[in-house]
């Protein structure tokens, strides 16, 4: 009878070491997630504001600021050859 | 000296204890005992709340997970908008250190990054109050500057602001928001629900430190705002934008507006007004700038209205293009009133009506037709109605009922005057001629199949009016200008004089061109309106129509449309070094 109860306690001990150790993983893991979600929400956050400055500096305005300080002129229809599709039909002519 | 008494044989110990002396004492003990435990027992599983409550206060957060707005990007997946974090300056003007001549020593740096004036700046952190805004919406890495420098008593939070790469030559469309990141104006404004999130919550323990330790409750997550993709053509809107502020400077006009719609889907590829504003920078914005006069403003639209009529006296079987009209001699009388063109033309067949644009060649015609078929087909094509765009501000026009006509007014009608529509509106009702009789609604929200006209003429009617179009823009037509190298382009102009009080105003005037190209099968619709032009020239056939004419050809271009006539190619080719 002793020993079983000692097996018991001996039981509830180690489970209630797990116990703890269980809660403590799961506040890591928790915290780990906590920051992980942040730091994709800001790494998001960064590539629009990346794509934004990426726009901004191929918008059309510049582009044509940037080839008339060049020197270069627009096309148009006169200084441009068209290629015929011949591959497809009813394609663009 | 010895002890003289043993412990055991003490006299003391002889003298016996009350037995119920120890039984009290034992007494005492359960009962502090057992008050005690009760106590535990009230405190932890009774009435626990209290407790459970007051750590709770200490410990768990609630944090706010914001949500990002939506973009507008136009229709090749370009960002027109979009929001990127910003720094917001904040502080508590007692925290701040004003005796220390080393806090002080970054007070000008500060100043300098947010670019304002450090008396200003001072004045703001001596404000009696346990918080103010220093300034906000800052650029994310100036933020991170201030942060560095490490002053006491002045903090940031992070806020999103809208960024608009296209600047002014977009912004009427796109609109802004306000430092809220909520829509004021254009689409922004339009669709504030569609792009506006929703932001989540999650309920935290924090330690002594601040550090989350652990989530309790569910958490909401954030629902970031959808984005909306336009109709717009951001090369497009660039080009018409640059044109119609060239001419606009050019011919010292008020303003001016230029609006690009895709003829067979009704889109908008483009919708640009001068003068404009800088969507980032609204310090000292007037409205003149900031209305959206292709949408918002009305005016008579004069001779651009008289395919339309025309259409309808060819629909209905009144004339044929080759009719002749006598217009002699340049003036008719109506009830009383005068009409008369700029010149006697003589005898004019229905296309040279259109092609010379002469008013009483309009008005004969018009006598043919009962007020009630112009009505209807006005209001088909979408004179006076309100326009179906979700666009904020949209004006309907003005057509009165037909009963209210009196003749002369059914004359000036036929005209343009004695109407109002919006340069919109007047856009869209060219569809009509470009879409084989069908007139289609406007957007300016991307479509993934053509929308279902309404079908107001016929496809015959239709193009008998393309081909007076062409004529207006050919030899001896009041639209030579417009015309581009290497595409067909069909036309008309207009010069309405504008309307000041109840009555029109000498020398001020509103020049128009709206036309179509390529004329066989237009691809666009464009309509350019100049706001007096006052260098001299004000006629739509020389103030309007060069617009349209570099808008026509720069946009059939850029959306990949062959020539349709014959070009006289000037490609030169590498030049080839001669040899020795």
Known sequence: ?93 | MRRGLNYTSSPLLASKTPAWRSKFVMACVVFAFTGLAGRAAWVQVIDNDFFLRQGEVRFARTLELSANRGRILDRNGLILASSVPAASIWAIPEDVEKNTPEELSKLPQLAKLMEMPLDQLKKKLEEDKSFVWVKRQLDWDVGQQIKALGIKGVYQSREYKRQYPEGEAAAHIVGFTNVEDKGQEGMELAFEKDLAGKIGSRRVIKDRMGRVVEGVGEDIPPIDGRDIQLSIDSKIQFFAYQKLKEQVIAHKALGGTVVVMDAKTGELLALANYPSFNPSNRKRLTGEQLRNRAITDVFEPGSTIKPITVGIALENGKVRPGTQIDTSPGRINVTGSTISDTKNYGMLTVEGVIQKSSNVGTTKISQQLTAKEMWETFSAVGFGQKPQIAFPGAASGRLRPYKTWRPVEQATMSYGYGLSASLLQMTRSYTVFSNGGNVIPATMLKLDKPPVGVPVFSERTAEQVRKMLALATGPGGTGQRAQTVGYSVGGKSGTARKQVGKNYAAGKYRAWFTGMAPIENPRLIVAVMVDEPSNGTYYGGAVAAPVFSTVVQQSLRLLGVPPDMAVQPQIVANPVEESL
């Open chain 1, 1 to 93: 009878m002793l020993r079983l109860n000692f097996l018991l306690l001996v039981a509830v001990m180690l489970s209630a070491l797990y116990l703890v150790q269980t809660q403590y993983e799961s506040r890591r893991l928790f915290t780990e997630l906590h920051r992980a979600t942040n730091e994709s929400r800001n790494l998001e956050t960064e590539h629009q504001r990346l794509q934004v400055e990426l726009r901004a500096q191929s918008t059309p305005a510049r582009i044509e600021a940037l080839a008339v300080a060049q020197g270069l002129q627009g096309a148009s229809p006169a200084i441009t050859h068209y290629v015929r599709d011949t591959q497809q039909t009813g394609g663009a002519q």
